[in-house]
């Protein structure tokens, strides 16, 4: 484990920490396997109005650390609601911090190659900061001085559109989609098979990731940056808008890659870190 793990038992001997009891209660179950659950959700437009507390419940899933798929029992669909609910442990106050969402739940965004799919999420206009600039870098009047930022700028934009538009795609969504407006309620589970497409629809594996990215002419590592091994998220330090999962909402686990919290994919915070690192 590195320095940056959250160790539950360690989290578990204190009191104090207001995410104790629910962290103990999640790494009863396969954080992977759960991680999708969470990240399943996020693609329901019933689930608009609790994208805070869904994200919120992903940074928590993802500081728990696994040794990979099936390690621990996987949750089922009663426990799985119960974790979710407005009064749980834990939850209760996230849930006074969700607003009505006002957003489209997706959107189109044109790019090199095409049209993409993507989440605009709770962000304020995130796709319209992205489509300024994506203009000021690739079709202002002035040339961007600097050709080997711009060819990064483009590796990075069209990598996060092509995963967001796949992930879009298994999840049997078309652009325009609205959200469905039911504030502080509970979260809208499915059925066990819908659940199962949408968990699928988030997770991948290398070879997948490799084989769609050379198919737009991408490759693997301009996405290494929004990574994060399952187990290194920090939890005690947690606020809405500042969450490791905001830069890095790619989760790793072995082989398998789980995009945490789609939404955060075309968002600037994840493109501007993965710039900068």
Do not use: W
Request: hydrophobic residues 40%.
């Amino acid at each position: 484990m590195t320095k940056d793990s959250v160790n539950p038992q360690q989290l578990n001997k204190s009191k104090q920490h207001p995410l104790t009891k629910l962290v103990k209660t999640l790494s009863a179950f396969d954080p992977a396997d759960l991680l999708t659950s969470v990240a399943g959700l996020q693609l329901m437009p019933e689930n608009a109005d609790r994208s805070v507390r869904l994200e919120f419940l992903a940074h928590v899933v993802a500081s728990i650390n696994s040794k990979g798929f099936s390690s621990k029992p996987k949750v089922n669909l009663k426990q799985f609601e119960k974790i979710c609910k407005c009064d749980s442990p834990g939850i209760e106050q996230i849930v006074l911090m969700e607003d009505p969402f006002n957003n489209p739940f997706t959107e189109a965004f044109t790019f090199h190659g095409g049209s993409y799919i993507v989440f605009p999420g709770i962000a304020e206009e995130p796709t319209f900061i992205l489509r300024h600039l994506a203009k000021a870098i690739f079709i202002n009047a002035e040339p961007f001085p600097s050709q080997q930022f711009k060819t990064e700028v483009q590796d990075i934009v069209l990598t996060v559109l092509v995963l967001s538009n796949e992930i879009a795609k298994r999840a049997g969504l078309e652009r325009g989609v609205k959200p469905i407006s039911a504030p502080r309620d509970n979260v809208f589970i499915p059925n066990y098979e819908r659940l199962a497409n949408l968990k699928q629809a988030v997770s991948f594996n290398r070879s997948e990731l490799i084989d769609l990215l050379a198919d737009h002419g991408v490759y693997f590592y301009s996405i290494e940056n929004l990574i994060l091994p399952l187990g290194n998220v920090l939890i005690d330090n947690y606020q809405i808008n500042n969450g490791e999962l905001l830069a890095r909402p790619i989760v790793q686990t072995g082989d398998r890659y789980i995009v945490a919290s789609p939404s955060l994919l075309p968002t600037f915070r994840t493109l501007t870190v993965t710039l900068i690192i």
